[in-house]
């Protein structure tokens, strides 16, 4: 038997987790205090929903589900690939999402403020701060197609993030309209543009030489590739700069508005630009895209993005829709390289003697309880055991049968 966890997905030890649940409580009490609610869906979802998700390269990743018992054996028969599996794993909780409203709508809100924090799924080739199994953190407004949803998703993200202790990040906006008709502009065919947003996607990951080649590699016209090379290297990303190749005061007005508003309200935390080359790689997008991103960490730690017809594919008629993700394991990984601790946690070790009354033990573990988070232990050598509990991050040891409380670690400078 194998011990250790499948290849992409990872065990997490105590010190870990604690850190984990500790992230996720904050951007929930921040999401729940902005008036967002809490909803869960299943990992698994019909495949047909998710071939017909638009998820860009995400769909190359989808873990599928064989079919089972006779339904297999019809479909091996069959000899045909696509035939063998009905389920997938969810690749992100936007397109779970866009079913549960569709399936919902009735008993919803008609704007519907909606947390998703889950377990998803992608067979990547596992690197550090990107495994197989991994957690987002979503906060989605359904039914509201005005600016506002976009300012109020920025607003309630950011404020999570400096809750945790981030400042001074990013947060960079486009919009899919302006991106699309700059592409137009340089020349790309209509019919491929979401296939060289695709590409332009990989930009801070392949760079700009590596960007043009792959569309080259895709067939895109030369004198295109060129135009967005020479545009590229000049470095300027501006809607000015964007201006020769669209123009559209509708929609460059309303992200002017978008980055105005974060501006107006970071209080100095954090600070919102307009980046024509952001495009989020997934199809679904219709509108105003955005992302985080942290001085000195690669990628982007927040994600999200206006998809007004996703929900549409399963009633016919098209809802606005916009989310924001947190990229929870990179922000977790991000404060264990910094050496974060959990603030405000007293947890203290009740320690006994073999002679103890157990259920007398007990009732002094309820006492203490009133302010500290208590484990009980048999009491051993003590100076070992008391090491071995300030380097387990325990605050505190106390001792049953003396009554006793003693400071470990930092706390036993405090008081």
Known sequence: MKTNPVKGMKDFLPEETRLRDYVRGVILDTYRSSGFERVSTPILEDMENLNKSEGGDNLNLIFKVLKRGEKLDEALESKDPDALCDMGLRYDLTLPLARFYAANREALPRVFKVIQTDRVYRAERPQKGRLREFV??????????????????????????????????????????????MLEGMGFVPASIESVCVSFDKLDKIGISGVCAELAEKGCPAEAVDCLKGWLEKGDLSLEAVGQYYSDAEVTSRVEGIVSTANALSEGNYTAVFDASLTRGQGYYTGCVFEIRLEGYPGAIAGGGRYDRMIGKFTGTDTPAVGFSIGFERICQILSEQGFSVPGEQRLALLYKDDAPFADVLIRAGELRRDYSVTLLKQKKLSKQLSQLESQGFSFAAFYDTGDIKPLGADKHNG
Do not use: H, W, Y
């Not at 359904?142 to 947060?171: C, N």
């Open 136 to 181: 987002q953190c979503d906060i989605d407004i359904l039914g509201d197609d005005s600016p506002q949803a976009e300012m109020e998703l920025i607003d309630v993200t950011a404020r999570a993030l400096i809750s945790l202790g981030f400042k001074g990040f990013t947060v960079n906006v486009n919009d899919r309209r302006i991106l699309r008709g």
